[in-house]
């Protein structure tokens, strides 16, 4: 069946560096692949998508690259902040809008 | 305009009990999906409701289940409640779309959720 696999964090960060967060996954057709976050006490926010292979999702400087060949959505963004501290979760849909989940990523931003 | 609202955010239970969550999709939405969220893990599928029938539903007991009112809000149910009960349950809303503007336009918004604690 469908599933996705994530990167395990957490993963700790200095303000400023390079972040990437790696998220593979196994899938029959042709599904949408998703970012989630989601902040301390809060519900999940949907923090970019792609929809069909190459496309590149991006929003808020982060962004992730639809890869069909290495079935991979890696998470990157060139410099990150404390306010980016936040669980991420990589998500797999298909026609139904039913969603699979990645276990999720921990980052934590330090000033 | 608000988005997807869930009570109550907080509820203890034990073991045995029964527990009603509810959820009110953001505004324009017709389609109820509610996720179960284990302590670090991610969220996993339960059912989905529109036009206030079951469409889909994920690998979880007869002990849970749900509803839809016409007005598209909707209830949680758990049956029976377990230790391994005890998570967060996320309430998403969506517009019901089919085929190719499914997959273009559709994304899911979540509530902040309904902790629930079964002692």
């Known amino acids: 069946g469908n599933s996705v696999t994530q990167m395990e964090g957490p993963v700790t960060l200095s303000e400023e560096a390079f972040l990437t967060i790696n998220c593979t996954y196994t899938?029959?057709?042709?599904?949408?692949l998703f970012w989630y976050v989601q902040y301390p006490g809060e519900g999940l926010q949907l923090l970019l998508k792609?929809?069909?292979?190459?496309d590149k999702g991006s929003n808020k400087g982060f962004e992730a690259t639809y890869r069909k060949e290495t079935t991979s959505f890696h998470l990157e963004k060139g410099s990150v902040q404390v306010s980016d501290s936040a669980v991420y979760f990589c998500a797999l849909g298909g026609a139904t809008n039913k969603l699979i989940f990645g276990t999720g990523t921990l980052l934590a931003v330090q000033p | 305009d608000a988005g997807v609202t869930q009570s109550p955010t907080h509820l203890i239970k034990t073991r045995g009990q029964q527990v009603t969550l509810r959820c009110s999709p953001k505004s324009g939405h017709d389609t109820v999906s509610w996720y179960q969220q284990a302590l670090g893990q991610g969220p996993q599928f339960i059912f989905q409701?529109?036009?206030?029938?079951?469409?889909q539903r994920g690998n979880f007991p007869d002990r849970f289940s749900g509803h839809q009112f016409p007005n598209y809000s909707s209830e949680l149910n758990v049956n029976a409640l377990l230790l391994g009960d005890s998570a967060l349950y996320l309430c998403?809303?969506?517009?019901?779309?089919?085929?190719?503007?499914?997959?273009?336009?559709?994304?899911?918004?979540f509530g902040a959720g309904s902790r629930l604690t079964v002692l």
């Open positions: 409701y529109y036009e206030e029938e079951e469409r």
């Open positions: 792609a929809t069909k292979a190459d």
């Open positions: 998403a809303s969506s517009k019901f779309l089919t085929g190719q503007d499914l997959l273009i336009a559709n994304v899911l918004t």
């Open positions: 899938a029959t057709g042709y599904p949408s």
